[in-house]
Structures are given as C-alpha cells and as structure tokens.
C-alpha cells in the first residue's frame, strides 16, 4: 500500500527535499548531542536521550546513501515518522507529556501536507496520535504528575483537529498541483507539436520555393513567392517561441549601437510604409551607443512592434519610433495613429495567438495569427524588461519598451 502512495512532488523533486531535511537533522543531531553531553550525569534518562541524535544522526546517513534509488517519497515518509518518534521521545523525557506537542508534532504535519501530501499527511497524524497514548502510559506509569490525564485529552483533541484541518489544506494543495502537472504535459506536447509541425512544413516549402525561384518573373510567381515567406515566417515564429520556452534559446547581449539599430529598422520598413501611404519616423536623441543587449532579437521584437503598426494603421497615418534615457532605463516608443485595440482584448494583448476572438485570428484582411506580440514580450522579458500598450480604438496605440541599463 505505502510503495503506491501518490507523493506531491516528483522524484527529483522530492529528492532535493529529502537531502535538505537530512542535513537540517544532522545539524540538530549534533546540538541534541553537544546537549545531553553537558548535562550532569545524574539526569534521568540520560542514556535515552544520548542514543536518540545518535540513532537520528545514523538514520541520516544511510538515507543519505539510498537517496538516489527510486521511491524518495516514501523513504522521506518512513524518516518523518521516525523523527517525530524519536522527537516525541526526547521531549517526553525532558518536559513531560506536554512538552510533546509544544512543538515537533506541528512542524511535521506541516512537513506531510508541503512536501508529501494528504495521504502521507493522514498516516503521520494517525502514527503520531498512537505516539501520543504511548507517553500517556509511560508518563503515566513511570513518570505521574498532576494534570497528566487532562493534558493528555486538550492536547490529543487539538492535534486531531490539526490533522483535520491540514489533510483539507492538502486536498486543495494537492488539487492545484495535479492542475499544474497536467498543463505543464499539455504545454511540453504544445512544444513538441510545434517542433514537428515546423520540420515538416519547412522540408516542402524549401523544395517549393527551389523551383519558383527558376520560374518566369510574373505576378503570379510573386504571389507564390510573398506567401512562402509569409509561411516561412510562421514557421521561424513557432519555433523561436518553442524555442524560448523550453529555454533552449538564450539572450547574448553584447555593447552595440541602440540608434543605429532603430534607425536599421527605419529602413527596412521605409518601402511598406510608402506602400501603405504612411509616414514612418524616428526620434532618437543619440544618446544610447553602447547600450547592452541582443542585437538579434531585439532588432526582432521591435520590428514586430513597427510591423504591426503599420498593418494596423489608416491612409496618411503615423508611426514613429522614439527612444530616451530616464534614470537607469532606456525607454523605446512604437506609436501608430491606427485602429487601436479594443478594451477587451488589452489584457490578453501579449498571449499567443491573439488577435482577439478566433474569427479575427482567422480573418486574412490583416496576415499573421497573432504571435508576433508573444514572441516580443519573451524578448523583452528575458533582456529583464518590461512592455506595456496604452491603445484608443480609431486613435492608435503606443507601445513602450522599458529596459534597464547595465
């Protein structure tokens, strides 16, 4: 029965655990220890109290050989049980039946219902209730004292209670983890889907756009061409955002121009803006020469920024890009007078796939499915930034970047 008992941590997990409270227990195995030496030798009980750090101290040292074998879970069960019997011992012997419940029983429910469950949490109040009537009858016979039977009931009756109380925390504990697990294995076989998906889309577009590229120079050529790029672009996205999110892809920032940069992303964008008939503009003070970051990508989550702008915008609109220095922050600006955003698709802006509602995500006027905001926002989040929208609908919006200097 215990071998299949649902732990809340995995293995390894539980193995880091383990070793943290095996080295706490040592630790107090030696001030237990350094303790019952100076005691004077006519103590009752000394020897008892000598042998149990010893006896805990060892224990520790044989978990500590065992902890890379499978199950830890349960052997980090069988150790709480035999250090809250071993501290119930020493506390009984040294302050009486209370002193049992002043403390340890507490701090090992606690242990259970964090780091091993409801279930190792119901075995740990039922083991440490029989504890309890064990030094209620060795109290009771060999160490009597007035008030024994009236300590033993408040105390026993609360620590049920406590057990209660704790085992209904750990079933809501218990519940959130099972639901973090589950969206972390959706999560993986999103990744893994977008890998494959990807490695397969990119073989036959490469051997597609092989042969378009040895065709006639015509309309129809360069429709074919503009819609490879656009799959070709798609499929670059959901890798790097795979990518970025399984942490294969690290940020490498170096010293670089952060104007020059900008004024790189003019350029490319100079032609689609005169094609949409927009007025695309930089205000840079050329203040940030050395500035630290990726070139790369950040060149990348910023274009994103300005191709938004752009697809979003009306006839004879803005967009401008501005950049400055406050305090210990560089702050860049990607402003359009465009349609704007609705208020009620702010708050999901910078998740992936969104455009709003699955109609909009869907709908071909405006290309793309909503992921270059994302892939901006890990950009900027792994540079140790921020990004925010304030956006008007039929006003445009400005989108601010905050990145700190090092």
């Given amino acids: 029965m215990l071998m299949s008992l649902d732990f809340l941590w995995d293995e390894e997990k539980t193995r880091k655990l383990f070793k943290t409270h095996l080295i706490l227990f040592m630790i107090g195995g030696i001030v ?3 303790y019952t030496l100076l005691l004077p030798t006519n103590t009752p009980y000394r020897i008892v109290l000598m042998l149990i750090p010893i006896i805990i101290s060892f224990s520790c040292l044989i978990y500590f050989l ?3 074998k499978p199950n830890p879970g349960f052997r980090l069960l069988i150790f709480t049980l035999e250090a809250q019997l071993a501290a119930a011992i020493f506390m009984a012997v040294t302050g009486g039946f209370s002193g049992i419940v002043q403390f340890a029983p507490y701090m090992f429910i606690l242990f259970a219902v964090f780091e091993l469950g409801t279930t190792s949490t119901l075995i740990l109040g039922i083991f440490s209730i029989f504890t309890f009537i064990g030094i209620f009858l060795w109290s009771l016979i060999m160490n009597p004292y007035p008030g024994l039977p009236q300590e033993f009931f408040y105390y026993v009756g609360s620590y049920c209670l406590i057990v209660v109380i704790e085992r209904n925390i750990g079933k809501e504990l218990s519940l959130q983890f099972e639901a973090k697990k589950r969206l972390e294995q959706i999560d993986d076989v999103k990744n893994q889907f977008i890998t494959l998906t990807s490695h397969y889309l990119r073989t036959p577009l490469t051997i597609i756009k092989g042969f378009v590229s040895k065709m006639k120079d015509t309309s129809d050529v360069k429709s074919v061409e503009e819609t490879i790029h656009s799959m070709e672009a798609l499929i670059e996205n959901l890798l790097m955002i795979s990518s970025i999110e399984q942490g294969h892809t690290t940020i490498n920032p170096i010293s670089s121009d952060l104007n020059q940069l900008l004024k790189d992303i003019i350029l490319s964008f100079q032609q689609k803006a005169i094609n949409h008939k927009l007025t695309l503009t930089l205000k840079s003070p050329d203040l940030i020469s050395n500035f630290i970051f990726d070139p790369a990508k950040l060149k990348n989550a910023i274009s994103n920024l300005v191709e938004n702008a752009i697809e979003y915008n ?9 950049s400055e220095v406050i305090k210990n922050q560089v702050i860049i600006k990607v402003a359009d007078s465009g349609i704007g955003i609705k208020k009620d698709n ?9 455009k709003g509602s699955m ?7 405006h290309p793309g499915v909503g992921l270059s905001l994302y892939i901006t926002k890990l950009i900027i989040d792994a540079h140790k930034g921020k990004i925010s929208v304030y956006s008007e609908e039929d006003k445009g919006s400005i989108f601010t970047i905050t990145l700190p200097i090092k």
């Fill in 32 to 34: 237990a220890s350094i």
């Fill in 66 to 68: 065992l902890l890379p």
């Fill in 314 to 322: 009306k006839i004879g609109g803005i967009v401008e890009i501005s």
């Fill in 346 to 354: 702010l708050n999901s802006l910078f998740s992936p796939f969104s």
């Fill in 359 to 365: 109609n909009e995500v869907l709908n071909f006027s």
